[in-house]
């Protein structure tokens, strides 16, 4: 059986609830409770003898000690703290506990120390700490990286992102070798850390090697930015992009002519058997289906009424409410497609969409120019259509020196004229690694232009292919490069290095798509020995990309940011040149330095060179591994999860200090300043000071 994340999922949830016999109570947080809706009904909870479903965050005061307490949560500091609370007035008989994750150093002894009564009866770890859309398609709910960019680093969004992709490996029960984009930051991090606590928790990871290993494949969406700009046109991908699809859950509410009982409806793949097999049909196959079932009522009801379009499906159903109690789910299919052919008709759609296509495809400059012109010249074209189509114009011909990129961004509004500056800043061709468009050379535009000729295309709509089918293909024919995408940690030998992967699992940080998520589930359809599972940080929409996007800085900041980075370059050289990996990184050193005044941006870089100069004198011999600092480094690439851990972990070598010599005692020194510190910003200031105002190394005292 290939992987399932919707299996995976199921199976910890069916474990939690009936592990325990007896009435139950499941109490969950804001997060495990968008998990579990995922998998599973209310409906199919209470049948494993669930009486009552809780949030956490809801204040609860009757006691029901009849009752025994299922509790699944996230470990995070927040759910610590209620647990802790919680036993000091427990409110049911007993308390069984299950974390979607690792729990962090010192989580659990909190906990027992808490459980003055004893009410807890088990502490586990299940790991289902991320969302199961289909069963080869995940995301992590994480709707922005922009907090990854630049100058500033979201802590808080790199954690989550790095433990979901742990819980997915250790629920789909994987160690894999990994392999990450070079040339994005972001992706080397979460390599790095993935990598470090496969090592650390290597029990847990103790999985039976297979020849060859699966692969996690860790990419950048900075390296397609095209796919999530383009409307869709199959059914999943489509109700996502016109409408929104949050959980499984769509909102109809405030369409026209949608029943009151239709208003909120539930889109599952593992719930939905219409829904399962119709979600990657294109918008006229899936009317042709639906069209197919009403029939079928029709010949049971001897009804003559004539059914043609998609209008006539909407006023069937609401002349027969019948058809809805016998049909179950197809009725509100019907409903979700009238809807979607309104809003494809009001957004005038389909001629919107043949040059959104046109764009992404073809490079014929004069005829994209002329048919982005006359669309932009529209009133009854949307703003954000409009957006769209230069954008996207934009992207293809971000070199050509003749394009005219400037007229069309006088076109819009001046915020979305920011927008093009903001794309071609953070997603052009200087930001990307591979050739999107097939034009960076004579060979690629020769090779596309053949296989265009020879597959032909079948619907205009539909002819894109995302760039990630390149980076499939090339993985699973052993062809993907290793400059580009070099290994993080133990390498495979070289025979098993030419052995194509049989299980791939491709994540990408900035989020997927639909139209992607199609794709994989057609490969795997199509290569029964080989399977593909897609995870994102989210799952895109259009709106959500361009969302995103305005979070981008222009290329101004983005200056600014590489400027305050290089002015501590060499800070980081000395602390590196060290051995150690500190509790600072490049992000906030630029951080720091970007939001201080000019007068203490020149104060910092004089201190700077002193800084240089006593970090030259802490070269320490002495590289055993018995030694702290060396076994503080690993510990450290492996452990940084939240800042008070940092200030515990580097605290380790005060003493050490004392015991070593001056070097380790300056080396000793540093690390009591950093582990004293409030905040990565309070340790960044305190070492700069302390070494400008000795200016030696040696004497540092605790």
């Known amino acids: 059986m290939p992987p399932s994340t919707i299996g995976a999922v199921r199976d910890y949830v069916s474990r939690m ?88 150093d010192g989580q659990v002894q909190q906990l027992a120390e808490a459980d003055e009564l004893e009410v807890v009866r088990q502490v586990q770890e299940y790991y289902a700490d991320y969302l199961a859309i289909n069963t080869d398609l995940f995301s992590l709910n994480v709707p922005s990286v922009a907090g990854l960019a630049g100058a500033v680093w979201d802590q808080a969004a790199f954690d989550r992102i790095q433990q979901g992709v742990v819980a997915l490996l250790l629920s789909l029960k994987k160690r894999p070798v990994i392999r990450y984009q070079r040339n994005s930051e972001i992706a ?24 060859p290993p699966p692969l996690l494949l860790l990419l950048d969406r900075r390296d ?33 002519k949608v029943p009151k009982e239709l208003e909120q409806i539930v889109l599952s793949a593992e719930q939905d058997p219409f829904f399962n097999e119709n979600m990657h049909l294109n918008y006229g196959d899936l009317a042709e289906n ?8 029709q010949a049971k009801t001897k009804s003559s009424k004539s059914i043609s379009s998609i209008a006539d499906m909407q006023s069937f159903v609401e002349e027969y409410p019948q058809f809805r109690k016998l049909s179950g789910d197809v009725s509100k299919h019907v409903t979700l497609l009238g809807e979607i052919n309104r809003l494809v008709d009001v957004g005038q759609l389909m001629e919107v969409s043949q040059v959104e296509q046109e764009l992404a495809c073809t490079e ?29 114009y934009s992207l293809r011909y971000e070199h050509l020196a003749s394009n005219r990129i400037a007229q069309f961004c006088e076109m819009l509004p001046a915020e979305d004229a920011t927008m093009v500056q903001r794309m071609l800043a953070n997603y052009g061709s200087a930001q990307r690694s591979g050739d999107l468009f097939s034009n960076k050379s004579w060979l690629a535009v020769t090779k596309k232009q053949f296989q265009r000729g020879l597959k032909g295309v079948q619907n205009v709509y539909t002819q894109h292919t995302p760039y990630l089918a390149a980076t499939l293909e090339s993985t699973l024919k052993a062809t993907l490069s290793e400059n580009t995408f070099p290994y ?13 992967p049989t299980e791939v699992i491709v994540f990408l940080l900035g989020g997927a798509t639909y139209e992607e998520a199609r794709y994989v589930a057609e490969m795997n359809t199509a290569n029964p020995g080989v399977h593909v599972t897609l995870g994102g940080t989210t799952i895109h929409s259009s709106r959500s990309f361009l969302e995103e996007l305005g979070r981008m800085p222009t290329t101004a900041s983005a200056e600014g940011a590489a400027a305050s980075s290089a002015s501590m370059g060499n800070v980081i050289g000395g602390i590196s040149a060290m051995g150690i990996a500190p509790p600072i990184d490049r992000k906030r050193i630029a951080a720091l330095t970007s939001s201080m005044g000019s007068q203490m941006t020149s104060s910092m870089q004089s201190m700077t060179q002193n800084m240089s100069a006593a970090m030259s004198k802490l070269q320490y011999t002495g590289s055993s591994t018995n030694c702290p600092c060396v076994r503080a480094r690993a510990s450290a690439l492996s452990k940084m999860r939240l800042w008070a851990n940092i200030r515990t972990i580097w605290g380790r070598l005060a003493g050490h200090g004392r015991e070593r010599g001056a070097n380790h005692a300056t080396c000793g020194a540093l690390w009591v300043a950093v582990a004293r510190a409030s905040s990565p910003l309070d340790a960044a200031i305190r070492i700069v000071m302390l070494i400008d105002l000795t200016g030696e190394a040696q004497g540092l005292k605790d």
């Open 290 to 297: 639906v069209k197919r079932l009403l029939d079928a009522f």
């Open 224 to 256: 397609d930015p095209v796919t999530p700009l383009l409307n869709q046109w199959t059914y999943q991908a489509m109700v996502h992009e016109l409408i929104g699809i949050n959980n499984n859950r769509v909102s109809l509410a405030g369409a026209p």
């Open 488 to 500: 993080m940690g133990a390498e495979p030998q070289a025979a098993s290095k030419k052995k194509a």
């Open 17 to 104: 609830c009936t592990d325990r016999e007896g009435m139950k109570v499941l109490v969950m947080d804001a997060e495990t409770t968008g998990i579990v809706s995922m998998v599973y009904t209310q409906t199919q909870i209470l049948q494993h003898e669930v009486f009552l479903i809780e949030a956490i965050e809801r204040e609860r005061t009757e006691k029901m000690p009849h009752l025994k307490a299922i509790y699944f949560l996230r470990p995070t500091v927040e759910n610590i703290n209620r647990l802790k609370q919680e036993f000091s007035d427990p409110k049911y008989g007993e308390y069984n506990l299950y974390f979607s994750n690792l729990t962090r």
């Open 364 to 392: 014929d400059h004069p005829s994209a120019a002329s048919e982005v012109e006359t669309l932009l010249s529209k009133d009854s074209v949307s703003h954000a259509n409009k957006l769209r189509l230069v954008l996207l």
């Open 188 to 211: 080397m991090r979460v390599a790095e850390t993935v990598s470090g606590t496969m090592d650390t928790e290597s029990d847990l990871f103790s999985y039976r090697r297979t020849d």
